[in-house]
């Protein structure tokens, strides 16, 4: 009989886990580590969107100037907090670069196709005894309040409808019967009706929960401090609770991904940008439909007899810390699109921030490392990391098996920007 093949997973995010749940599930032997807690990095508390709809990179037209018009406002939508620092500087300089149409063109088809397999994955997640999370598939609206944003929406969808993606154009009337729990001031939207949600949380909890049961070993509180290595290859990885050896090696770490690599002296370009999210628990009105309120980045969820409010990405180092005008500024967003929701309820819920991975070109690193043979990158999904969460995995293990991977990884190979760095 062939010996089982180990492999340890560096990071128990969205992204580790369902690794560590399609790697079991090929036959492996699996452990996870992780610096801190299960989904602390940025899974936990997120909006919990599954979205077909996203299909356009972080990197596109007009992204540059948006966050340059932004750069100086500490409560903006997007911002970057100014400071001396090599790795935000060639990261701004390859993100700049990345922001033309020429690169929506090549990645548009990747991410919906991506999205696509992972809403597959999750349906079929949904079903396996001891999974239940929550897991609607009752579209995503995406609500506009000014001409600019209408514009903008119309033409989303308008590029949707082009790679095959379901998207209806609602005037405020039709929204109002999609959704007639809600009072809206948005003056429409856009519906796509194949996106789905679900509550990250019991997600992480759950499947964690069903790896133990099948025999992976998690170990939380375990940073990857060095690694040992061989022959163009990694032996083992140094923590706190000794060497532990592996055949193969995931980096799932998220935003903590170039720290974790620097003692290899590889180069993978990713900048913090941390989300912040309000979780009110018996609000005075509860959607049925998750939104998106377009001008304002802000996602608005509903999680059972909860509705969640998340947006805002702010580099700013890996820092957690959380910065109450942001919170401030992302309540008082809300009443321009919905009646019924004062900021002041939605200040008052549950606060919490995460840091997402963001690559410049905002398409994930998949794929083996050259310098180390089996070293996997499973990281840089900026905030599409629940989205693509199952998908990742299941890529990562077809890998690992030897397989033809389900979805082409040359767009996402870890390495893409190597030529940067040399020059």
């Known amino acids: 009989m062939a010996t089982r093949r180990s492999i340890l997973v560096i990071g128990g995010g969205a992204v580790g886990l369902c690794t560590a749940y399609y790697l079991n599930g090929a036959g492996c032997d699996v452990t996870v580590i992780d610096q801190g807690e299960i989904g602390s990095g940025s899974s936990l508390h997120n909006a919990g969107l599954v979205v077909p709809s996203h299909f356009i990179p972080l990197a596109a037209p007009g992204m540059v100037r948006m966050g340059l018009k932004w750069m100086f406002n500490p409560v903006s939508p997007f911002y970057i907090k100014p400071r001396l620092d090599v790795d935000l500087v060639r990261w701004l300089w390859l993100f700049a670069a990345s922001c033309t149409a020429q690169h929506v063109g090549r990645t548009r088809a990747l991410l919906r196709d991506m999205s696509h397999a992972s809403l597959a994955l999750y349906r079929e997640l949904a079903h396996v005894p001891g999974m239940a999370f929550g897991f609607r598939r009752n579209g995503l609206a995406m609500l506009f309040r000014t001409e600019h944003g209408k514009r903008g929406a119309i033409a989303m969808a308008a590029q949707a409808k082009e790679i095959g993606v379901e998207a209806r154009v609602l005037s405020r009337g039709e929204l109002q019967e999609l959704e007639p729990s809600v009072r809206f001031r948005a003056s429409g939207a856009v519906y796509y009706p194949n996106d789905a949600h679900m509550n990250p949380a019991l997600f992480l909890d759950q499947l964690r929960e069903t790896l133990i049961g099948r025999g992976v070993r998690i170990l939380t509180s375990t940073p990857a401090l060095r690694f040992e290595q061989r022959l163009n290859g990694i032996q083992a990885v140094e923590t706190p609770r000794g060497l532990l050896e592996a055949d193969e090696f995931v980096l799932a770490g998220g935003a903590w991904s170039p720290e974790i690599l620097r003692p290899l002296r590889l180069f993978l370009p990713l900048q913090a940008g941390k989300g912040y999210s309000l979780t009110v628990r018996h609000p005075s009105v509860l959607p049925r439909i998750p939104m998106l309120l377009e001008e304002a980045r802000v996602a608005v969820t509903p999680l059972g007899d909860r509705l969640r409010f998340a947006g805002t990405m702010e580099i700013a180092g890996l820092s957690p810390s959380i910065t109450r005008r942001r919170v401030e500024a992302l309540a008082n967003a809300v009443p321009s699109y919905l009646e019924g929701i004062p900021p002041a309820e939605i200040t008052a819920g549950d606060v919490w921030a995460g840091l997402r991975p963001l690559s410049p070109d905002g398409i994930p690193f998949i794929g083996r490392f050259r310098r180390f043979e089996n070293l996997i990158a499973a990281t840089g999904h900026a905030m599409l990391g629940i989205s693509l969460a199952p998908i990742t995995g299941k890529l990562v293990a ?26």
Do not use: K, N, T, Y
């Open 398 to 423: 077809e890998i690992v098996e030897g397989r033809i991977p389900s979805i082409d990884l040359h767009l996402m190979r870890p390495e893409r920007f190597q030529s940067a760095q040399q020059s």
